[in-house]
T-cell receptor, first 113, second 111 residues
């Protein structure tokens, strides 16, 4: 158990819809990262938050947005969903120490029909 | 940017030793991680290297050569449960500390 909690585990929806994925980081971790993993792709970094502030952006589409709340949990919002958005979405958390690894949640499997 | 290269797939026999290589190109190297990921599950941390040399942790060891942009993960006494994808991730210097992941090496261990 990594200590990172993601909900829901599975999500099935239709094209054009909007969904929200939720992540609670490990106790004491201030950084939260969101990743997308498709079948034929590696882990693609989307966005990072640190203590409520956006810290870095990766390959995140404009249709996607995220935020981190005062209690440090984070939400990833995906809108105008397309078939290609079907993927595993992982949240990870870490401290800011550069030699510390990221700890990943179990992921949310999003299926777009 | 960063470029990380790993073999796509490897096979090995139970009880044997396997070495999974990772080569990278980056500006401002600041650490390399290895993760294990079983299909459909979360990546789990295996090892971290920031200085040249070998880090041993039980059946798993990881080696780094910064001058060559090269790392390997060595798995000894392979077990069936070691069948998984192994991800190499490189962190570059900068304020965000975000590692870039390779596409992973799928290891199949057979009896």
């Amino acid at each position: 158990d990594s200590g990172v909690t993601q909900t829901p585990k599975h999500l099935i929806t239709a094209t054009g819809q909007r969904v929200t994925l939720r992540c609670s980081p490990r106790s004491g971790d201030l950084s939260v990262y969101w990743y997308q993993q498709s079948l034929d792709q590696g882990l693609q970094f989307l966005i990072q938050y640190y203590n409520g502030e956006e810290r870095a952006k990766g390959n995140i589409l404009e249709r996607f947005s995220a935020q981190q709340f005062p209690d440090l949990h984070s939400e990833l919002n995906l809108s105008s969903l397309e078939l290609g958005d079907s993927a595993l979405y992982f949240c990870a958390s870490s401290t800011q120490d550069s030699n510390q690894p990221q700890h990943f949640g179990d992921g949310t499997r999003l299926s777009i029909l | 940017g960063q470029n990380i290269d790993q073999p796509t797939e490897m096979t090995a026999t139970e009880g044997a030793i396997v070495q999974i290589n990772c080569t990278y190109q980056t500006s401002g190297f600041n650490g390399l991680f290895w993760y294990q990921q079983h299909a459909g599950e979360a990546p789990t941390f295996l090892s971290y290297n920031v200085l040249d040399g070998l880090e041993e942790k039980g059946r798993f060891s990881s080696f780094l050569s910064r001058s060559k942009g090269y790392s390997y993960l060595l798995l000894k006494e392979l077990q069936m449960k070691d069948s998984a994808s192994y991800l190499c991730a490189v962190r570059s210097s900068g304020g965000s500390y975000i590692p870039t992941f390779g596409r992973g090496t799928s290891l199949i261990v057979h009896p």
